[in-house]
């Protein structure tokens, strides 16, 4: 079993900067990727960015530019830095543990809220 605890996350205003974090604690020893998926009102989870224990990323179009992932293994702490955001960027964060680059384990936080205001 994996345990991932979400960290970070409020209000911001459009151009703002956040910064959230996720630690993942349990059977770690199973962990390659880590990374956020988000999931706004009305609409399905998506991928936000994802990294491997080696340090390969994946973004979606959408953060390219704006958001960076990084990760710290000794921790087992992933971080998303979220600048120059945008009302659309509004979501409940969720953190995952365990997946691949592209796709996620079954192994979530309890989610954080972003909200973005304009």
């Known amino acids: 079993q994996v345990q991932v605890v979400e960290s970070g996350g409020g209000l911001v205003q459009a151009g703002g900067s956040l910064r959230l974090s996720c630690t993942a604690s349990?059977?770690?020893?199973?962990?390659?990727?880590m990374g956020w998926y988000r999931q706004a009102p009305g609409k399905q989870r998506e991928l936000v960015a994802t990294?491997?224990?080696?340090?390969?990323?994946n973004y979606a179009d959408s953060v390219k530019g704006r958001f960076t992932i990084s990760r710290d293994n000794a921790k087992n702490t992933v971080y998303l830095q979220m600048n120059s955001l945008k009302p659309e960027d509004t979501a409940v964060y969720y953190c995952?543990?365990?997946?691949?680059?592209?796709?996620?384990?079954?192994?979530w936080g309890q989610g954080t809220q972003v909200t973005v205001s304009s």
């Open positions: 995952n543990a365990g997946g691949q680059l592209w796709a996620p384990s079954d192994y």
């Open positions: 349990g059977s770690i020893f199973s962990i390659n990727a």
């Open positions: 990294i491997t224990r080696a340090g390969s990323t």
